[in-house]
């Protein structure tokens, strides 16, 4: 069964550190990949997406993600965090007509 | 503002209740998604809707139902509710039903379900 697996349930940083949060997916065949982002109160915003080309897709506010097909990973990136960031982030795999999310992330940002 | 409209914001019922979740796409779109998003089990994607029709199935319980009207809205309805049951219900349309490239979803705000 296909599974999405977000490593940190929570991420504490200060401005300015670099970010990186884990997403690895079990599936074998071919996937489309999704970061999305929820600030608080608010819905869920598309960051980025990979379906095929480039493994290193950017997206808003600054953020990457990178594909790495070997290691089912599709982590996400960002040089240098601001408070703004403090959201929860979810890793989304899309393949055989379903979509499945990680759990997400919790991100919050020390001013 | 995604464009997608969700309704109630907030609703509070009881165990054994049943209740119904409106969503208005955003114009032009032909899909609309459900999505449950609870502690335990994170965001899951219930199911699809494609210009009237069911076109895809996830993790949908027998007690809760969906449809979607000509004018592309969409109602699930939920039935018999647990308090298991509780959790933020989402919305999301797009403007194709198929699974893949260009097929970006945008998601409404959510509906909080209490169930007490």
């Known amino acids: 069964a296909q599974s999405v697996s977000q490593h940190n349930h929570h991420v504490i940083l200060s401005e300015a550190a670099s970010l990186e949060l884990g997403c690895n997916y079990s599936y074998g065949g071919t996937v489309n990949l999704f970061w999305y982002v929820q600030y608080p109160g608010q819905h869920l915003q598309l960051l980025l997406k990979?379906?095929?080309?480039?493994?290193l897709v950017k997206g808003i506010k600054g953020f990457e993600a990178e594909f790495i097909k070997s290691k089912f990973s599709f982590n996400l990136r960002k040089p240098s965090v601001q408070w703004s960031d403090t959201a929860e982030y979810f890793c989304a795999v899309n393949a055989d007509d379903k979509i499945i999310f990680g759990k997400g992330t919790r991100l919050h940002i020390l001013p | 503002d995604s464009g997608v409209t969700q309704t109630p914001k907030h609703l509070i019922t009881a165990t054994g209740q049943r209740v119904t979740l409106r969503c208005s796409p955003r114009s032009g779109d032909l899909s609309v998604y459900w999505y449950q998003q609870s502690l335990d089990q994170g965001l899951q994607f219930l199911i699809q809707y494609y210009n009237g029709e069911e076109r895809a199935k996830g993790n949908i319980l027998e007690r809760f139902s969906a449809q979607q009207f000509p004018d592309l809205h969409s109602e699930l309805n939920l039935s018999s509710l647990e308090l298991g049951d509780s959790a933020l219900y989402f919305c999301?349309?797009?403007?194709?039903?198929?699974w893949g490239e260009g097929n970006i979803q945008y998601f409404g705000a959510g509906t909080r379900l209490s169930v007490l």
């Open positions: 999301a349309s797009s403007v194709s039903g198929a």
């Open positions: 990979y379906f095929s080309g480039d493994p």
